[in-house]
């Protein structure tokens, strides 16, 4: 996952910052130099998305993340948002 100018990008597909709603953390898991936190990415596109992120923690900083999305749902996302961005202007119908 990257951050690149208002645009959240997994792999291929991405979504604009505008359309991410927020994180409904499920569970946190922390043991040692790792944690892993399950949440619901939830956009205003589709609502929630599984999502799953694994972080090793080295001298107190991030170190590493793998980051796991319900690629199912995710693409429900990308096809949402391709449908808006057809449309005139944007405008949702």
């Keep these: ?10 792999g ?6 505008r359309n ?5 953390i499920r569970e946190l898991i ?3 130099d790792k ?9 205003d596109t589709v609502g929630p998305v599984l999502t799953g992120e694994l972080l ?10 793998a980051l ?3 690629w199912r ?7 949402e948002l391709d449908r808006r961005t057809a449309q005139p202007d944007g405008a949702d119908v």
């Design 12 to 17: 291929r597909g991405g979504v604009p910052a």
């Design 56 to 65: 090793r923690v080295e001298d107190g900083r991030v170190r590493s993340i």
């Design 73 to 79: 749902r995710w693409q429900d996302v990308l096809q």
């Design 35 to 43: 944690a892993f936190v399950l949440f619901d990415f939830v956009t």
């Design 30 to 32: 922390v043991e040692g």
């Design 20 to 24: 991410i709603v927020r994180d409904d």
């Design 1 to 10: 996952m990257a951050a690149s100018g208002h645009w959240l990008r997994f």
């Design 68 to 70: 796991l999305v319900d």
